[in-house]
């Protein structure tokens, strides 16, 4: 039990009623079929449900404490009512100081951007693990706490599960922490009330456009992470993205740059570039690597600049990132038996995709087929998929569009969406396959030794969504079995 005095400390109240002063707290809920006696609930309005529609019911359940925007009419004299201006923001400082604000004992860096986030924290992860620092991971990926893997329903878990789990970390020896801070967690607050000493900018390019509506709302979600950043913290930049300044225009945290193109603090150029890997030089360092590609370029760059600001020796550091391995589903390749090369990428974003291809070419002999597989997802942002589509079509030597993961829609109607963007000189370079194991199965038949087939869109995903179903589904592991049965 906790006393309500301690968790509501630093919380904007606009007025509270009842004995809040020896009020005692078992729990702290924001899902009222979660509520048990003593628990103080916190009423969200959400996208779906409007968490106030349940305050009877979880005050039925035993609960105490209720942290609402709009009281409700029937008041209750043994509960204590505190009105709030917003409860998302609420709830995150409700849940540090419940979990004694751990991200005051680490050291928590946030990475957001469209694409490069994933790859970002987890090299951080494993590079702070190979300098000997006790570290957690929060990615979309899997999270993990000095190596073991934390349990979690959730890709991005909500702010009590997150102070939950840095609790933990910090109990554990803990020093740093790496986050990926999505565009949906920064508009819904669900950041509020975490303290971090670094936040890092990758890119911006078109997505979760369902979501944000409009380019201008999904840069403002991104920017609203820097310009809350307190002026003790560093903001660090990609100066090579239109709006890599745009996105500290108002922070007070100190700013950095980073740049492949430009005049920055941190900087890099690509000297040599290969399947096997490629050769940098990191602020006149040169550094070999066996992740390909400018995009990894960046996120390696990035990774660098970060363990600078906070304090770490530039040689040890170098030496780690050279041993750095690839992210599962991140450009993720290997070999066939038949002696074909598949790429296997998260890219679902045009930017992405196009990145993905542009590596690819930089370092093929133009001699060998490039097959693409790529799809689009369901109930997400239609606007992507002719441009996704385009992209696939135009660079590769044929294009097989497919499902991602359809969810509630027909994927033929997903697959027409996509056509759409196909030039007229390029027909006959697609094929349009809906079922995505025999898409790849066609890809692996068509290719020859030495070509290359990129698998694009799902990466580390082990399901597919369909109606509102998850199927097991791994892109890695389908096109093993598939081109071993191929090849007996």
Not at 436 to 446: H, S, V
Request: glycine letters at 6%; one cysteine or more; aromatic letters at 8%.
């Amino acid at each position: 039990m906790k006393t309500l005095q301690n968790i509501i400390n630093g919380l904007n109240i606009t007025q509270i009623l009842g004995d809040h002063q020896h009020a005692m707290i078992a729990s702290l809920e924001f899902d009222s079929r979660k509520v048990n006696v003593n628990d103080i609930f916190v009423a969200l309005k959400g996208t779906q449900v409007d968490g106030h529609l349940y305050i009877d019911e979880v005050i039925e359940k035993g609960a105490k404490v209720i942290v609402c925007e709009v009281l409700p009419s029937n008041l209750h004299a043994d509960v204590v009512y505190i009105q709030v201006e917003d409860t998302t923001i609420a709830l995150g400082v409700l849940a540090s100081n419940y979990y004694e604000n751990p991200t005051k004992d680490l050291k928590l860096v946030g990475v957001t951007g469209t694409n490069g986030k994933t790859t970002t924290t987890t090299l951080l992860y494993q590079l702070f693990e190979k300098l000997g620092y006790p570290s957690v991971l929060v990615s979309t990926i899997r999270i993990l706490i000095n190596g073991d893997v934390y349990p979690t329903n959730n890709t991005t878990p909500d702010i009590v599960t997150l102070n939950r789990i840095f609790k933990e970390a910090v109990d554990r020896g803990c020093e740093y922490a790496f986050m990926e801070v999505s565009s949906h967690g920064i508009d819904q607050n669900r950041i509020a009330g975490l303290h971090y000493v670094v936040g890092a900018f990758t890119n911006i390019t078109h997505d979760h456009l369902d979501y944000h509506k409009t380019f201008h709302n999904y840069i403002q979600a991104k920017k609203k992470f820097f310009d809350q950043l307190p002026e003790t913290s560093y903001a660090i930049s990609n100066l090579d993205d239109k709006n890599g300044r745009v996105m500290l225009q108002n922070t007070k945290a100190k700013k950095k740059f980073f740049t492949l193109k430009g005049d920055a603090e941190f900087k890099a150029k690509i000297l040599e570039s290969r399947l096997d890997g490629m050769l940098l030089d990191i602020n006149k360092n040169e550094l070999w690597t066996s992740l390909i590609g400018e995009f990894n370029a960046y996120n390696l760059l990035t990774v660098y600049a970060i363990a600078m600001l906070l304090g770490q020796d530039e040689t040890e550091v170098l030496t780690s990132l050279s041993t750095l391995s690839n992210v599962d589903g991140r450009f993720q390749s290997f070999r066939t038996d038949a002696g074909a090369v598949v790429i296997v990428d998260y890219a679902h974003t045009p930017d992405a995709l196009l990145n993905v291809i542009n590596t690819i070419e930089s370092i093929r002999t133009k001699n060998e087929q490039l097959i693409t597989v790529v799809g689009c997802g369901g109930d997400r942002d239609k606007t992507k998929r002719p441009e996704m589509a385009r992209i696939a079509s135009s660079r590769s030597t044929l294009a097989i569009f497919t499902s991602d993961n359809p969810r509630s829609e027909d994927p033929e109607a997903i697959l027409s969406d996509m056509e759409k963007g196909v030039e007229p000189q390029f027909f006959n370079r697609t094929l349009k396959i809906s079922d995505r194991k025999e898409a790849i199965k066609t890809a692996l038949k068509m290719s020859n030794k030495g070509d290359i087939i990129l698998i694009a869109g799902k990466g580390h995903e082990t399901y597919q969504e369909i109606k509102g179903e998850r199927h097991h589904f791994s892109d890695v592991e389908i096109a093993h079995e598939l081109s071993q049965q191929l090849n007996k």
